[in-house]
């Protein structure tokens, strides 16, 4: 498990870079991303807070796959 470790830190500092697009605030300075795991074949898990309310919960997914995707280019 610890060999996977880096690539979730990796993953979870990418992701938390994503801003909030009506807040201008990142996810990680807003606490939006719970947990990061990454799998044996290198599939990674971000978890974060459902917000069913906000309209714009689509437009961050997007950021938090293209982030992560970013990783692997």
């Not at 979730?8 to 909030?20: P, Y």
């Amino acid at each position: 498990m610890k060999a996977r470790q880096p690539l979730a830190d990796a993953v979870r500092a990418a992701v938390g870079q994503v801003l909030d697009p009506e807040l201008h605030r990142s996810l990680d300075e807003l606490e939006m991303i719970r947990v990061v795991r990454a799998g044996l074949r290198g599939q990674v898990t971000a978890e974060r807070p459902p917000h069913s309310r906000c309209p714009l919960t689509d437009r961050i997914g997007a950021g938090i796959v293209s982030a992560a995707a970013g990783l692997a280019s």
